[in-house]
């Protein structure tokens, strides 16, 4: 069992940047991944690492904007978000999974944060 636990959320004005960060209860060579949940949308695949860090995905909405990276050490994962429009605007989620495979969809991965939200003003 894998707990995870986001933070870094925040009100942010557009064009402006955010660092959210996740933290795993135990050392893990997982897969993570960031999705995020708009009022009244679904929860959408944000972006996914691997557990060397070597490989990532993004969706096409973010990419060139987002970076995922992370620290096994320390056993956390990062979101630096950059050139923040409004419809970025959602409940940020960190993911598991105990796969060395990226997953982009929510039913590859079996551990959740409890989000963090994320507010773009314009």
């Known amino acids: 069992q894998v707990q995870l636990v986001e933070s870094g959320g925040g009100l942010v004005q557009a064009g402006g940047s955010l660092r959210v960060s996740c933290v795993a209860s135990?050392?893990?060579?997982?897969?993570y991944g960031w999705f995020r949940q708009a009022p009244g949308k679904e929860r959408e695949f944000v972006a996914a690492?691997?557990?060397?860090?070597?490989?990532?995905a993004y969706a096409g909405s973010v990419k060139g904007r987002f970076t995922v990276s992370r620290d096994n050490a320390k056993n956390t994962v990062y979101l630096q978000m950059d050139s923040l429009k409004p419809e970025d605007t959602a409940v940020y989620y960190c993911?598991?999974?105990?796969?060395?495979?990226?997953?982009?969809?929510?039913?590859?991965?079996?551990?959740w944060g409890q989000g963090t939200p994320v507010t773009v003003s314009s």
């Open positions: 993911a598991a999974r105990p796969s060395a495979d990226i997953g982009i969809q929510k039913s590859d991965y079996d551990y």
């Open positions: 135990r050392r893990t060579f997982s897969t």
């Open positions: 690492i691997d557990w060397s860090g070597g490989i990532t």
